[in-house]
């Protein structure tokens, strides 16, 4: 064999592992596609999906279980749930959830209004507490299109009250009369921000005012509780929500009336 014809077989030979190289990168996504399944698999979750019926029925995660938090949410204020403690465990029963249980849950993230955090919230509040949120584009492509999960109902279970979440006031100067000091967020869309009306008595007190629920809020100091309020209590559940991730003793304002006022 000359020079000429082993160089060129050995070319064709590096140009084989080269092509059969650039043809491995499409199943390394696939190895990524199975490790998300196995970790399904692993966490076994139940998965609820808060987005609209409409984005539902285009794509949802397998098994997903179409839910909206007006469905636990109070008929005259939004931001209290809608029945007893005892009522709403034996309805989250039904979706196979139960206090040892994964729950994911499915939203619009940063796009959306915090929906998926005012669930999240709810299920804290009752003492579900193992909750990761994902995003559709999270999710997409994650697991196999034929792959099947049914969610099975669970039995009836207690409901926890050892962590106190939400604070029910008649008014913010109930609030005034029972912590001296304390950071309070308001989470008010522009036309919302024109009604509200800040009593006097706040003007020692730490107050923000925020549109965007994910925007960044100052409540870092440990020694004052932080209490964030917002109309229909999805705002507030968002903020409350990402600020208990980082420790900080922070609660959910809800004021009996609906909204704010001093009286």
Not at 233 to 242: F, H, K, T
Request: include cysteine; aromatic fraction near 10%.
């Amino acid at each position: 064999m000359n020079l000429f014809s082993h160089t060129l077989k050995l070319t064709f030979i590096f140009s084989a592992l080269l092509s059969i190289s650039c043809q491995q990168k499409p199943t390394q996504i696939q190895v990524t596609q199975q490790t998300n399944l196995n970790h399904y698999k692993l966490e076994q979750p139940i998965v609820l999906d808060v987005r609209s019926q409409l984005d539902f029925s285009v794509s949802h995660f397998p098994g997903a279980v179409s839910v909206s938090w007006w469905d636990f949410a109070g008929d005259k204020i939004r931001s209290l749930p809608r029945g007893s403690s005892v009522d709403l465990a034996r309805r989250l029963a039904l979706y196979g959830i139960n206090p040892e249980k994964n729950v994911w849950i499915v939203g619009y993230g940063k796009a959306g209004s915090g929906e998926e955090f005012r669930l999240a919230w709810l299920l804290k509040t009752l003492g579900v507490g193992k909750t990761k949120l994902f995003t559709s584009q999270d999710l997409r492509g994650q697991i196999p299109r034929d792959f099947e999960a049914i969610a099975k109902n669970t039995e009836f279970w207690k409901p926890s009250d050892k962590e106190i979440l939400d604070i029910e006031i008649k008014s913010l100067k109930d609030l005034q009369n029972t912590y001296p000091k304390f950071t309070l967020i308001l989470v008010a869309s522009k036309l919302e921000k024109q009604k509200l009306q800040i009593p006097e008595e706040l003007s020692k007190q730490r107050v923000q005012i925020v549109e965007n629920p994910f925007a960044p809020v100052e409540a870092s100091s440990p020694e004052f509780p932080v209490f964030v309020w917002s109309a229909q209590g999805v705002g507030s559940a968002a903020v409350a929500y990402r600020l208990r991730q980082t420790n900080i003793n922070v609660f959910r304002l809800i004021v009996q009336s609906g909204s704010l006022q001093s009286k």
